[in-house]
């Protein structure tokens, strides 16, 4: 299939089904929400594969939306806030809205509404075809009168159709229990740190066991259609929200299309994959915070690297890598805007959160608030996606040195400050500060990018990220006539790559390796897809003939056809049990190492499969399994920002 073709055909929708595995000793359970089944109509299935997901947001926090009409993943009122539908983690008890035909459905499509983060999942049966629009809406940037709803639009295109829809929360991870009060035009559920109102124009009744979720049953003719709004709201006011006529849903609608296309308009990218590119912008900015600045790694904790296996960690926090490399995939598409308000977000971190001693003035991750104590924390009570636990929130990946991220950071500055607006003298000031002791410690053993834990290690990616941040830190004050000390800057940097050229180098293996020799031994044989980045930072020339043998080396040891393990786990130990899939950030710097090789048809078509591994709508999870499927939290930041940097970069190479 073409690019064009495949184009097309994600437009049109996916022709998808709910088939997935349940979790282990609950596949007889339909879960909290789940509808009975009706003569003839289909069984839930306990979960939904992770790419059988779309998403909303509203810049504060985001919704999945799963191709069979559900809701199993929403927190409010942000992305770190605990779970209001968390069936995602737990079929059972973690609480989710159904959308439901009462028949068999002959199949199901979803995309999204064209150059918008409008969902849309339309369900065919024999007697008809619904059309269910989901959306948060944002009427305009930095709105102060902002208000946090969750609008679905439920509409027959042709026949007739009888639904049931169920609203199933379960607030707090599924921890807290809730009131239900069911008025004539909504259902209020409430707890004692949160309220969630949906306003109905079909009538909801109390139903379940114990009478906490609300449910209604309706039929559609061809041109009808029903208006659920959901909200919510503290509590303490005591104040639910207001009723939203269809008149008014209409104008919510139109104004966030409104909003998304003005956004995306502002975007300088015209090239080959142009809407694959502003798909992952749009998915980027609906990872953003709008109010902070900040952008999030991925709006889900706990989904599974292996199904069954427990690496699941909670992405809902901004990792400085991360954002930064976001902030260069931004700034490449011309969106300045948001690279200011992240640069704000930064400094204020800087100012405000600085600490010292070991770890060092910068934290490898913070909140959306820039607060880095992030206790990690096991739901014992929540079985995990299919059956994967430990379901794990807040990351004690938080409490690691990661001495790559001063690298991130500052070059992540210096390119703001070379096509944004530029950065202050007291950010240049917290800067000299962070690179001080940055020049102090760089020689540290840390757990570096991966975040492994098996203790820390002399990482070669930590060396070569320290020595971007010293060096663009020369560059800065040179450009700018900055205050420095230029001699022991410069001093410090090239200590810094000659360690790496000569210790992270191993002859043997024709390749730069995961960690460093010491006392003069050669490196482990390791290696590493971190270090495809060597000629992007600017470490290496990519025609240097060292760089040109990793990338061979790395090729034959870590890439499959064109996805990319990160390294192999059995030879480096990283302190963790069972495997994962391959990253697809590496599969991106894979393409974009390719083409600053000069590889330039070996790159294309490793891009172009790599885009068959996105979902229907074109997202993409943290990993890739050895059989395609989507593992580990979705939708990942990292991902989409190197797919932006690899087209980006080998559209310029194909002139």
Known sequence: MTHTERDATRHAGSDTGPDTAPGPDRADEAGAGHAAAAPGAEQPAAYLPIAEHGLIGDLRTAALVGTDGRIDWFCAPRFDSPSVFGALLDAAEGGCWRMDPVCAVASRQQFYFPDTNILVTRMLTEEGMVEVQDFMPVLRSHDPDHRQRLVRRVGAVRGRMRLRTVIAPRM?????????????????????TLMVTVHSDVPLTASGEDGRDA??????????SVLFVLETSDPATGCPGEEVSREAAEQLFRSTVSFWRGWLSRSSYTGRWRETVHRSALTLKL??????????AAPTCALPEELGGGRNWDYRYVWIRDAAFSLYALLRLGFTEEAGAF?????????????????GPLRVMYSIDGHADLPEEVLDHLEGYCGSAPVRIG??????????????????IYLFNKYGDGISWDTWSDLVDVVDWLLDHWDSADESIWETRAGRQRHTYSRVMCWVAVERMVRMA???????????WMSVRDAIYRQVMEEGWHPG???????LGKDGEPPA?????SLLVMPMVKFLSPQDERFRSTLRAIGSGLVADSLVFRYDATVSGDGLDGTEGTFSICSFWWVEALTRTRQIEDARLALEKMFTFANHVGLYAEQIGVTGEQLGNFPQAFTHLALISAAVNLDRAMG
């Open 343 to 359: 640069v704000g977000w930064l400094a204020r971190c800087l100012r405000e959160q600085r600490g010292d001693g070991e770890l």
């Open 215 to 224: 449910e209604a049953e309706f039929e559609l003719q061809e041109g009808d």
């Open 395 to 412: 990351n004690r990946a938080a409490d690691q040195l990661q001495l790559d991220v001063y690298g991130e950071l500052v070059d992540s």
């Open 525 to 529: 044989e390791i290696l590493d897809a």
């Open 509 to 515: 293996l024709g390749s730069f390796v995961q960690r």
């Open 172 to 192: 707090n991870y599924g921890r807290d229990r809730h009131e239900l009060d069911v008025r004539p035009e909504a259902a209020v559920f409430t707890t004692g």
């Open 478 to 488: 040179r450009q700018r006539g900055l205050p420095a000390d230029l001699a022991r």
């Open 287 to 296: 990872l953003t915070h709008e109010p902070s600045g900040a952008v999030v």
